[in-house]
């Protein structure tokens, strides 16, 4: 199995530098759960980073245009973003739903959750 993290910001250095400022003047209204709760203004958070080294379960990262070029098909349903999903034997499934995620307020509670989603499988 391997989980399938898709942030809801594009790609690049000019998205990364526009997230980082939105998160700094208004954070509140920041659309991405997911980086809200694994990185901090500038980098990623060293609990999430020491999580995801640590962990045996495949781990892959992306942004949302990289994630619906890499998995273009007529057949992709169209997800909410940020989302976590888990591949196996070549299927998605939804792992973490973007409403599941913007309800974790702590990196150690997402930690927790995926903790708890991954011996449930």
Same mark, same amino acid.
């Given at each position: 199995?391997?989980? =399938?993290?898709?942030?809801?910001?594009?790609?690049?250095?000019?998205?990364?530098?526009?997230?980082?400022?939105? %998160? =700094?003047?208004?954070?509140?209204?920041?659309?991405?759960?997911?980086?809200?709760?694994?990185?901090?203004?500038?980098?990623?958070?060293?609990?999430?980073?020491?999580?995801?080294?640590?962990?045996?379960?495949?781990?892959?990262?992306?942004?949302?245009?990289?994630?619906?070029?890499?998995?273009?098909?007529?057949?992709?349903?169209?997800?909410?973003?940020? =989302?976590?999903?888990?591949?196996?034997?070549?299927?998605?499934?939804?792992?973490?739903?973007?409403?599941?995620?913007?309800?974790?307020?702590?990196?150690?509670?997402?930690?927790?959750? =995926? %903790?708890?989603?991954?011996?449930?499988?």
């Amino acid at each position: 199995m391997r989980l =399938i993290f898709v942030y809801n910001a594009n790609a690049g250095n000019r998205n990364a530098y526009i997230d980082s400022l939105h %998160k =700094i003047v208004s954070p509140s209204t920041y659309t991405c759960s997911l980086c809200k709760l694994t990185y901090g203004v500038f980098s990623e958070k060293k609990v999430w980073k020491t999580f995801r080294k640590q962990e045996k379960v495949e781990m892959d990262f992306y942004h949302k245009d990289e994630f619906v070029k890499q998995f273009k098909s007529k057949w992709l349903p169209n997800y909410t973003f940020p =989302i976590i999903l888990s591949e196996k034997d070549g299927g998605l499934e939804v792992f973490l739903s973007s409403e599941k995620l913007n309800e974790i307020e702590t990196v150690s509670s997402l930690i927790e959750v =995926i %903790k708890k989603g991954l011996l449930s499988r």
